[in-house]
């Protein structure tokens, strides 16, 4: 077994980085040096419209597609059975002209990034001529990146993705042996969390915890504007003036246009915090107010939630990615943002919902999205991608 890093850029790997490489080393796993990506040649205006344009192709538009060969260098003369690229678009865009057997375990779509990106800052624009052209022109290339995805992944003998939803579209649209894997997430608090909730929960005002993740991110962009324009109107109206606080967690700036929307007395925007993990249990309320539009992903702040015990109220939308969330049993899923302010109350006011919620999405997380439940089922499909390939050539 073989392990390669793949990268854009040379990198200097960190103390926790090269010691878990050291670990997989004395696990008898191979470590090759890191493939690190080139940039493609700058081209003529008219053999770049031909790359991209005409052809779609994916060397044009998908960082890592047509470098196999610097992956075969790497490995220098060693030829492994099959390949696992493990949530990389790099390494999978690189290694998807490989011959051997190919195994994917994968994010979003790469071209549904691209349309929501699109999507959102059109949203967030003035409606400008200018912006009609801007719009258009991302639209056009997230298209382009759709094809040229697509046959990424038709190389690939089984993709693995952690949304359900998106596993459903790479079915429909020809890749072979698409399915829906979970993610994986650690247990974090440990068994005395209720103990830990029970003396920390802060109730008035109403601590809620209303973003994790990087502000300037698609999926938080379309979230934090649904939060501003939407939700915190309707906790108002329903929970009164002062009567709670939205704390939004991540690093980077907001759009322009929802740093402006953000600027109420509710809303708290609190950056990157030291401990994360105490604030989520302060907090008696996980709200994600994301996945409310087209644009409907997995996000690992579920899971990050369910390890805390928290009360998770959420989009009923983010089900259709990750089917685990169900309503009333561990967490609270609402149609739209007035019902969510609705569950909002409901669960403020009633601590032993809030545990019933807590203990089931803890243990929701313990059974389905445990590294170790998923690995195992990550070796399993792996081993029967290589049987089919021996099974082929007997």
Not at 92 to 97: E, G, K, N, Q
Not at 260 to 274: A, E, M, N, T
Request: one cysteine or more; hydrophobic letters at 45%.
């Amino acid at each position: 077994m073989g392990f390669v890093c793949v990268t854009e850029r040379p990198s200097v790997p960190g103390t926790n980085v090269l010691e878990d490489l050291r670990r997989l080393a004395e696990a008898g796993v191979r470590i090759f040096p890191e493939v690190c990506l080139t940039q493609p040649l700058p081209k003529g205006v008219w053999s770049k419209f031909v790359d991209t344009v005409l052809l779609a192709r994916a060397e044009a538009l998908l960082p890592g597609a047509g470098q196999a060969a610097r992956l075969e260098r790497v490995l220098n003369g060693w030829v492994p059975d099959a390949v696992l690229t493990i949530w990389s678009e790099r390494a999978t865009a690189l290694a998807s002209t490989l011959t051997c057997r190919k195994l994917a375990y994968y994010g979003n779509p790469d071209h549904k990034v691209a349309a929501a990106g699109a999507e959102f800052e059109w949203r967030m624009s003035e409606r400008s001529a200018r912006d009609l052209v801007l719009y258009i022109r991302r639209w056009f290339r997230a298209w382009l990146i759709r094809r040229a995805h697509l046959r990424v992944m038709r190389g690939y003998d089984g993709v693995g993705d952690v949304a359900l939803n998106d596993a459903d579209f790479y079915r429909a649209h020809g890749v072979r042996g698409a399915f829906y894997i979970p993610n994986m997430w650690h247990q974090k608090a440990g068994a005395d969390w209720e103990t830990r909730r029970d003396r920390l929960e802060v109730v008035r005002p109403l601590r809620i915890v209303g973003n994790v993740g990087s502000l300037r991110g698609t999926g938080n962009g379309l979230g934090l504007h649904t939060l501003a324009t939407q939700i915190v109107p309707a906790l108002r109206n329903r929970l009164g003036e002062r009567a709670f606080q939205v704390h939004v967690f991540g690093g980077g700036e907001p759009h322009p246009a929802i740093s402006k929307l953000l600027l109420d007395p509710h809303v708290v925007l609190r950056g990157f915090v030291d401990d994360l993990d105490s604030e989520i249990l302060v907090a008696p309320v996980f709200l994600v107010a994301n996945n409310n539009s087209r644009f409907r992903v997995g996000h690992t702040r579920f899971l990050h939630a369910w390890s805390l015990g928290a009360c998770v109220i959420a989009f009923r939308g983010s089900a259709e990615a990750m089917p685990e969330l169900e309503h009333g049993v561990n967490a609270l899923l609402a149609s739209t943002p007035r019902e969510m302010a609705e569950l909002t109350a409901m669960a403020a006011a009633d601590a032993g919902l809030r545990r019933r919620l807590g203990r089931a999405g803890y243990r929701t997380l313990s059974e389905k999205f445990s590294p170790d439940t998923v690995t195992k089922l990550l070796i399993a499909r792996l081993a029967g991608t290589v049987r089919s390939s021996v099974d082929g050539a007997t």
